[in-house]
């Protein structure tokens, strides 16, 4: 479990997040949400400890993160830019990560489960944008964790490779883990998001699941609801 209490972060003068707070539960499928720059990585980077927030408190567990590290460990992370290191090729990376991790790895299985093999041995700057998405996702997975934070996660992403992407999150969902997820597929957020996070001007404008989205805009269609939820009042 996830919780966030009245989150504030500044960079500068642009106060990106403005009192958000939100609670999110094992085995379901978060859809977070919002325009360009509405502050979801900086709200994703400051469960995972990577941005220091001004003011609020995020427990994930049950536990306070502020200054703990221990945590992290529950918890898996897909970045929206993955800073590979060019130079490595595809399998130096994965067995590079398995050995810091130490912990035990599906590797063969996400190699497979992403059609990895040909790109094996080339290296990372020689990859097409979404040949390196599928590797981020492979590692992302690779590891078993009760949480999996993925940002953007269908980026430059193939048919077939999104498919599978959604398999797995399924997959996992079954197994109780918890995801949030940022994405601009709609379809995406459709076919799998068990409730939506919409954050606008630094708070949680709109929580809940597609149904209440749809009856609360009066929209069926879930891209027009979307697009409909920032011209009504906030309801958290
Ligand atoms: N490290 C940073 N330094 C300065 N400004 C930042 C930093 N990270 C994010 N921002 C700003 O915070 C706002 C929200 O960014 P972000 O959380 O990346 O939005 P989103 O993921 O919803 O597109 C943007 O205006 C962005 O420019
Ligand atoms: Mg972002």
């Known amino acids: 479990m996830i919780e966030v ?7 500068g003068k642009n106060a990106v997040l ?6 999110v539960e094992g085995g379901g499928i978060y859809a977070v ?8 990585t900086t709200l994703i980077k400051s469960i995972l400890g990577m ?3 001004d003011q609020g ?3 994930v567990n049950g536990q306070p993160t502020h200054r703990k590290w221990k945590y992290r460990e529950e918890l898996s992370y897909l970045p929206q830019i993955a800073n590979f290191p060019g130079n490595l090729s595809v399998s130096e990376l994965l067995d590079m990560i ?10 063969q299985e996400l190699i497979a489960e992403f059609g990895l093999e040909p790109f094996l041995n080339k290296k990372l700057s020689n990859l097409s944008g ?3 998405q599928k590797v981020n996702l492979a590692l992302t997975f690779m590891f078993d964790s009760p949480v999996y934070i993925l940002d953007e996660p269908t980026n430059g992403l193939d048919p077939a490779s999104l498919i599978r992407l959604k398999e797995r999150i399924r997959l996992e969902q079954s197994r109780g883990k918890l995801f949030l997820v940022t994405t601009h597929i709609m379809q995406f957020v459709e076919e799998l998001a068990d409730e939506v996070i919409y954050l606008l001007e630094g708070k949680i404008y709109f929580k809940g699941t597609l149904e209440a989205l749809r009856q609360r805009t009066g929209q069926n269609d879930v891209e027009h609801a979307i697009a409909a939820i920032s011209t ?4 958290a």
């Open 33 to 40: 949400l919002g325009p360009n720059g509405s502050g979801k």
């Open 18 to 23: 403005t009192g958000l707070s939100l609670k």
């Open 5 to 11: 209490e009245n989150l504030h972060k500044k960079f």
């Open 98 to 107: 398995v050995d810091l991790r130490r912990q035990p790895a599906r590797q």
């Open 130 to 132: 979404g040949t390196r």
């Open 232 to 235: 009504q009042e906030p309801n």
């Open 51 to 53: 941005v220091v927030p």
């Open 57 to 59: 408190l995020i427990r």
